[in-house]
Each structure stands twice: as C-alpha cells, then as structure tokens.
C-alpha cells in the first residue's frame, strides 16, 4: 500500500521558518518524482514544488522561489520541504503527492499557518 505521511506544520509568524517531512512507503522511493501541493482555505490546490527522482531536479512555483527549498533523503524515504520568509498568503494545506503509473496518491496534509 502506498502512503505519505506528511508532518511538520504548525503556526508561524510572517517572516518565520518550518520545515515540512513527506515520509513515504510502499513503493520504491528511488524511482519516483516527488511533489508538494497546497489549498488555501476557499482556494483551489496549487503545485508548490517538486523534486525528481533521477538527478534531482527541482522545480518551484514562481509564489515562493527564493524562498522554499525542496530536498530528499533516499536513505529515509523522505522528502522535505524548508519554508523560510513564510508570509500570511503561504497558510495552506500542504500536501505531498507522488505519481505511479496512472495512479495519483496524496498524504494527509499538514496545516500550515503564517500570522501577520
């Protein structure tokens, strides 16, 4: 069965940092791109970043290039996501995601929220 347990969220100021974890199982993690998607309250999902299985490659939504990094650990089964100058319009819902053959899996989601 795949899962992603996605953790780390919580409540930050405008200006602060966190750390969001994708830990993944039941498949083979090596082999697969990895995504964070969010959905702010009334909003619909947006891809935020994503990172490639092959060379690790990377790709940011323009909204917070500069300011996100995505990572991985192979080893661990995890992906992260570091969140730093997080701004009100960051708060969401964020969600890690993987594509397996025609299937889309998603984790749970962590809250994330930025206070002015």
């Known amino acids: 069965e795949v899962l992603l347990q996605a953790s780390g969220g919580g409540l930050v100021q405008a200006g602060g940092s966190l750390r969001l974890s994708c830990e993944a199982s039941?498949?083979?993690?090596?082999?697969?791109?990895i995504g964070w998607f969010r959905q702010a309250p009334g909003k619909e999902r947006e891809g935020v970043s994503c990172i490639s299985s092959n060379d690790g490659s990377t790709y940011y939504a323009d909204s917070v290039k500069g300011r996100f990094t995505i990572s991985r650990d192979n080893a661990k089964n995890t992906v992260y996501l570091q969140m730093n100058s997080l701004k009100p319009e960051d708060t969401a819902v964020y969600t890690c995601?993987?594509?397996?053959?025609?299937?889309?899996?998603w984790g749970q989601g962590t809250l994330v929220t930025v206070s002015s």
């Open positions: 039941g498949f083979t993690f090596d082999d697969y791109s």
């Open positions: 995601n993987v594509v397996i053959g025609l299937n889309y899996y």
